[in-house]
């Protein structure tokens, strides 16, 4: 009903930059809160960014000032641009996203995660 693509993930310098995208597509009416999160090897899977529809915009501590979550509504689409990274933000990285389904699926709320993006930060 509600599929996400993403893109953007791969091998940076420390201090390299990266664009990860996610594209959201299928039968949505409406997107709610798009979000970003990240799971290293060995560790638990944690929050990166979130933007809600209105564009307010959530950080983890460890990204603030370096990564920035934008999104674009008409292309059903989040963004998270890296900056400054780090090998500690070697992870693989999953969009994740809170859509409402159209009638035809009855307005279904769904939280629905995409099939992540290895990022590793290595020299």
């Excluded at 689409?77 to 070697?90: F, G, S």
Aim: hydrophobic share 35%.
């Amino acid at each position: 009903q509600v599929q996400l693509v993403e893109s953007g993930g791969g091998l940076v310098q420390p201090g390299g930059s990266l664009r990860l995208s996610c594209a959201a597509s299928g039968s949505i009416l409406s997107i709610n809160t798009m979000g970003w999160h990240r799971q290293a090897p060995g560790k638990e899977r944690e929050l990166v960014a979130t933007i809600t529809s209105g564009s307010i915009t959530n950080y983890a501590d460890s990204v603030k000032g370096r990564f920035t979550i934008s999104r674009d509504n008409a292309k059903n689409t989040v963004y998270l641009q890296m900056n400054m990274l780090k090998p500690e933000d070697t992870a693989v990285y999953y969009c994740n996203v809170g859509a409402t389904t159209t009638r035809a699926f009855g307005y279904r709320y769904l939280n629905v995660w995409g099939q992540g993006t290895l990022v590793t930060v290595s020299s």
